[in-house]
């Protein structure tokens, strides 16, 4: 499967790249502070976005911050409180079906917005959670290890998986830390063809 990798210009602090293949197109930023890069605006340290060809489901990783906006158009939305979070994901013109975090099914959520938004209480700071609706399927991973928002902020590996299935028993950081690993080595490999 051929791949075309591109660096895209940021407006911020930071560095992102987009790799596409027939398949799926992935969108990688990693910095600092609000950011704007390709159809993107963040303040997250990281995000990893994989858009597959011919489908509305998306795969997201958002560590370290507290929104994700898409065509300008808010994605993501995270508000840390005493217990955990609140994250908020837009689904416009969906109606949510069910969530599971870590694999295992979800009821601490409710519709917002008519139906086209969905806010999910958390325990949890770092999660993987599976939305499910009629029309599209996210799959998100949240995490706070580098803190949100705040301009000292590290950000460090998330402990969440994305997968087409989660198995409620599995150890839920080896896979996002490969992920980030080949992410790094995508990005070494692109700069040194570059040079």
């Known amino acids: 499967m051929d791949k075309k990798t591109e660096e895209l210009p940021v407006t911020g602090n930071g560095n992102a790249i987009r790799v596409g293949s ?4 992935d969108t990688i ?3 600092t502070g609000d950011a704007t890069f390709d159809i993107f605006k963040t303040d997250a340290g990281t995000v990893f ?3 597959p060809k011919n489908s509305a489901d998306y795969y997201c990783m958002l560590s370290g911050g507290t929104y994700l906006r898409k065509n300008g158009d808010d994605l993501i939305g995270i508000s840390k409180t005493d ?3 609140e994250i908020t994901v837009h689904m416009p013109k969906n109606t949510i079906q069910r969530i599971t975090r870590d694999g295992m099914p979800y009821t601490n959520f409710k519709e917002t917005n008519g139906g086209s938004a969905v806010k999910i ?3 949890k700071t770092n999660a993987a959670f599976e939305i499910y609706s009629k029309k599209q399927t996210a799959h998100i991973i949240v995490s706070d290890e580098g803190g949100l928002s705040g301009p000292s902020r590290t950000v460090t590996p998330p402990t969440g998986i994305i997968r ?3 198995p409620a028993d599995q150890n839920a950081g080896g896979f996002t830390f490969s992920l980030i690993s080949g992410c790094i080595i995508i990005l070494a490999g692109w700069y040194v063809r570059r040079e």
């Open 22 to 25: 027939s398949a799926n197109t």
């Open 29 to 31: 930023y990693s910095g």
């Open 49 to 51: 976005f994989r858009q």
């Open 83 to 85: 217990a955990g979070m």
């Open 121 to 123: 209480i958390s325990d």
């Open 164 to 166: 087409d299935r989660y």
